[in-house]
Nanobody, 115 residues
Framework: QVQLVESGGGLVQAGGSLRLSCAAS????????MGWYRQAPGKQRELVAR???????NYADSVKGRFSISRDYAKNTVYLQMNSLKPEDAAVYYC?????????WGQGTQVTVSS
């Protein structure tokens, strides 16, 4: 069983930056891809960025060129660097870790962007 703990959310002005972190822990786990999703009030949860075990990345069109996902394999940690934040980026951000038969989810971290 993988546990994911996110950190780094908060309040930022439009145009500012935040860096989210997500650390995976547990015993005897094997993780494939890791990613970040977000959900704003009244909206569906959406994929923001994903990075495979081989380092391949993909992004939502709305964040391309502004967000960057990276991974520290030794620390089982994934990061999301968010630059040029917009009010529409405000949401609860969730970390995910894909395993063979299931996907683990973090508890979420709030990102608020003031205009």
């Amino acid at each position: 069983q993988v546990q994911l703990v996110e950190s780094g959310g908060g309040l930022v002005q439009a145009g500012g930056s935040l860096r989210l972190s997500c650390a995976a822990s547990g015993r005897g786990f094997s993780i494939g891809a890791m990613g970040w999703y977000r959900q704003a009030p009244g909206k569906q949860r959406e994929l923001v960025a994903r990075i495979t075990s081989g380092g391949f990345t993909n992004y939502a069109d709305s964040v391309k060129g502004r967000f960057s996902i990276s991974r520290d394999y030794a620390k089982n940690t994934v990061y999301l660097q968010m630059n040029s934040l917009k009010p529409e980026d405000a949401a609860v951000y969730y970390c995910t870790a894909e395993q063979l038969h299931q996907t683990a989810w973090g508890q979420g971290t709030q990102v608020t962007v003031s205009s």
